[in-house]
Nanobody, 123 residues
Framework: QVPLVESGGGLVQAGGSLRLSCAAS????????KGWFRQAPGKEREFVAT????????TYAESVKGRFTISRDNAKNTVHLQMNGLKPEDTAVYYC????????????????WGQGTQVTVSS
């Protein structure tokens, strides 16, 4: 059973917006730090945004700062990524992930992953 399930991906024109959602499946992640990561074809998976378990700390990759916003709702066991001003270089599969312990934005430290949702931005 996949612990996290992403939704909200799709095809959008440059300058457009998408809102990604990630729901927990089968367990609660309310005390886990969560993050969004992405992987484009032929490239390594990279950090996009992370949020601490209580929502107080958020961290963004320089490439998305000012355009993307990460948020979470622990009561609903969800995390979201609002993406505005999308660019063709944002095209990738976006993954939601969760980790316990110390806060981190390093994808290799995240233990629980979803299957990903495709985001395609046309120019």
């Amino acid at each position: 059973q996949v612990p996290l399930v992403e939704s909200g991906g799709g095809l959008v024109q440059a300058g457009g917006s998408l809102r990604l959602s990630c729901a927990a499946s089968g367990r609660t992640f309310s005390t886990y730090h969560k993050g969004w990561f992405r992987q484009a074809p032929g490239k390594e998976r990279e950090f996009v945004a992370t949020i601490s378990w209580n929502g107080i700390i958020t961290t963004y990759a320089e490439s998305v700062k000012g355009r993307f916003t990460i948020s979470r709702d622990n009561a609903k066991n969800t995390v979201h990524l609002q993406m505005n001003g999308l660019k063709p270089e944002d095209t990738a599969v976006y993954y939601c992930a969760a980790k316990a312990g110390s806060y981190s934005s390093t994808y290799k430290e995240y233990n629980y992953w979803g299957q990903g949702t495709q985001v395609t931005v046309s120019s």
